[in-house]
């Protein structure tokens, strides 16, 4: 496998991470999107002396289906966290990409990694009735 091992230095937003899930599947996403959580951005520091901020690799104690919406509802938060007060977000764009049957255990999943918005709890109470 390929080594992501960087000194505290070299790494930038630019970076690439691995978020990998319990059934084996892994995920590369920027730096910056990956910390959009404050428990991957703790693991992630390189202050800290955890294997995770070494590696650049995060175990997720989820199934893949989980991981890959938590992936997207990062992506999706640091994209619009810069928008101006009149930029309309596409919440709905983002509501219909959640399976109903993922909903509940995405809720559960996000709520773990501290900086999940009140947004994305409706999405999820949301697509959870719909099921």
């Known amino acids: 496998t390929e080594n992501f091992t960087q000194s505290a230095d070299q ?13 084996g ?3 590369m996403v920027k730096r910056n999107v990956a910390t959009a959580s404050g428990t991957l951005k703790s693991m992630l520091s390189a202050e800290s002396d955890f ?3 070494l590696s650049n690799t995060c175990p997720i104690n989820e199934r893949a289906s989980v991981v ?14 810069s928008a101006g007060p009149n930029v309309e977000i596409p919440v709905n764009e983002f509501i219909e990409r959640i399976p ?12 773990r990694f501290r900086r999940a918005c009140l ?8 697509r959870i009735a719909d099921y």
């Not at 930038?12 to 990998?20: E, F, G, K, N, Q």
């Open 119 to 126: 947004l994305i709890r409706r999405i999820c109470c949301f």
């Open 11 to 23: 790494k930038t937003d630019d970076d690439w991470v691995r978020l990998t899930s319990t059934d």
């Open 25 to 27: 599947f892994s995920f």
């Open 100 to 111: 109903p049957e993922v909903a509940l255990e995405l809720y559960v999943s996000l709520t």
């Open 68 to 81: 890959e919406k938590v992936c997207e509802y990062m992506a999706f938060k640091t994209y619009y966290d």
């Open 51 to 53: 294997s995770e901020a």
